[in-house]
């Protein structure tokens, strides 16, 4: 049983972990990873997965919302250039990678390897968090920078140099993780402790961790759909139907609710992170980041040729006109009528208050990669379930924006005979569930949409802004921070690498 004043602790831990910058942890030496001196897995799992939230809330959602055109920049702000002119260099997006491993994998690993002194309590379910969350953001990290730190990662003191490892090697190990710990959450002590309300995501509900770790398995898998290996997808796939644990059927989210004094708030500090990233706290006025972010052109008007009802929750209207008006990518703007106040900005759908959930997986992504799935036959069905998880999937993006009424709507919206709306009106499905899929995730998990654009190339016919030499980033650059202190081992790059080091399962 937890006390209250375990409870103010993880708290705390909450507010410092919203507000610290990430920085390297490979040459902390102060701690062994192997007998932590002071903390425990149930006061560590909140803290990162509370880092892991906010990363991919804040950071990996913007960047892909940028890439894969759903925000601009109006004319009075001369923010977000770099989204324009694509000059992505080492110090760019930094805390994607340094967030990863200084205190996301750090805190993570602590997990693992910590045993009970007392030996009188099993953490085998906090440990099987652990590693799915590490196989989350390790597929991230490979698919955004290709070979990273694996093997020789996160061992601190012991190595504050780790070696590179080949990313598909990687892919390819947290694969076979992910496989084995469903068996380990299926075959859990039975005195093994209940993570509980020390578990932000899924409330200790370990039956839901082992569909997440599927459904993070299955979207690898996909992934790796260009590379000529169906005989080992096909084998993997295999293995999560004998495992009997499923696929998400519900939206895997963070929201600390249980602990201290309820959870995502209006207190500073203690914002869902998304929301934190628009809107001040307290007040919820708006914050520089919320006047300076619009629509683009692009998404506005694919949703409006389309009539697609989510357009009122995905953006809100201009305040000017009240019209739902975007702008182009550019850095060089009119004046009159493309400021701030004349455009779209990020609507009520995806804003919908400081304590609301923030999504890690939506449904509708899980549901778009078995669609997918079983279009490339991997999974069973043919084209009539492959229509059914689509459009099952377009529902679920329905439901989670708020639209009123959101089945009937739904059904109204893919019954139509549009090319990449309705299925049988679509003469590339594999084209039809990314657009779909593009539309779900805009606001959230957006980075998938901008690794699906590198893999597929859809949705098809984003623009490329001029100002950008007309080819599209590919990747991260490594940074600076960590060419400086492993040097020996970071693969030799350049800035042309941004657009010509392609990702191993393109």
């Known amino acids: 049983m937890k006390t209250k004043n375990i409870k103010k602790s993880v708290m705390l831990m909450f507010a410092l972990a919203l507000v610290s910058v990430g920085c390297s942890d490979f040459v902390d030496v102060n701690d062994n990873p192997n007998n932590p001196p002071i903390s ?97 953001q390790y597929q991230i990290l490979v698919d955004l920078y290709g070979d990273v730190p694996y093997t020789e990662a996160n061992l601190r003191g012991d190595n504050t140099t780790p070696a590179y490892d080949d990313a598909e090697t990687i892919y390819k190990a947290v694969i076979d993780e992910l496989t084995e710990v469903v068996n380990t959450i299926n075959n859990a002590p039975v005195n093994a402790e209940d993570p509980a309300d020390q578990d932000i995501i899924n409330q200790g509900h370990m039956d839901e961790w082992a569909a997440f770790a599927n459904s993070i398995k299955l979207r690898m898998l996909v992934r790796l759909s260009n590379t000529g290996q169906d005989s080992y997808i096909a084998g993997q796939i295999a293995s999560i139907n ?66 697609d009802p989510r357009l009122e929750r995905l953006y809100a209207p201009a305040e000017n006109t009240g019209e739902f008006k975007g702008v182009e990518q550019s850095t060089s703007l009119p004046g009159t009528g493309f400021t701030s106040k004349d455009l779209a900005k990020v609507g009520p759908g995806l804003l919908k208050g400081p304590n609301q959930d923030q999504i890690i997986m939506s449904l509708a992504e899980a549901l778009f990669v078995q669609a997918e799935a079983t279009v490339r036959g991997y999974l069973p069905g043919g084209d009539a379930a492959a229509q059914e998880l689509y459009e099952s999937a377009i529902e679920a993006s329905f439901a989670q924006l708020g639209v009123e009424a959101a089945e009937i709507e739904a059904q109204s919206y893919y019954g139509q005979t549009i090319e990449n709306v309705g299925w049988s009106a679509s003469s590339n499905k594999i084209e039809a569930i990314i657009t779909q899929k593009w539309v779900a995730l805009n606001g959230t998990s957006s980075i998938e949409s901008w690794i699906d654009l590198t893999r597929t190339g859809y949705p098809a016919d984003l623009p490329i802004p001029a100002e950008s030499g007309g080819t599209r980033p590919v990747r991260l650059l490594y940074p600076d921070t960590e060419v400086a202190r492993n040097s020996a081992n970071v693969p030799t790059q350049g800035v042309t690498d941004v657009f010509t080091n392609d990702p191993f399962w393109r």
């Open 242 to 307: 004998a495992n009997g644990a499923g696929y998400i059927t519900e939206s895997i989210t963070a929201n600390p609710t249980s602990i201290g004094d309820g959870g995502y708030s209006s207190d500073e500090f203690k914002q869902n992170p998304f929301w934190d990233y628009f809107r001040e706290p307290v007040t919820g006025a708006e914050a520089n980041r919320g006047d300076y972010t619009v629509a683009s052109e692009t998404a506005i008007d694919f949703l409006t040729n389309n009539d």
């Open 40 to 136: 425990t897995p149930s006061l560590t799992l909140p803290v990162a997965q509370q880092d892991f939230t906010a990363l991919n809330a804040r950071t990996l959602t913007y960047l892909g919302n940028e890439l894969v055109v759903n925000w601009a920049t109006p004319s009075n702000w001369s923010a977000n250039q770099i989204y324009a002119r694509y000059n992505f260099t080492s110090g760019d997006f930094t805390n994607i990678f340094e967030t990863s491993y200084a205190d996301i994998f750090k805190n993570l690993t602590y997990i693992e390897n910590y045993t009970d002194p007392s030996g009188a309590v099993d953490y085998t379910n906090y440990q099987a968090i652990s590693t799915i969350i590490k196989g989350f």
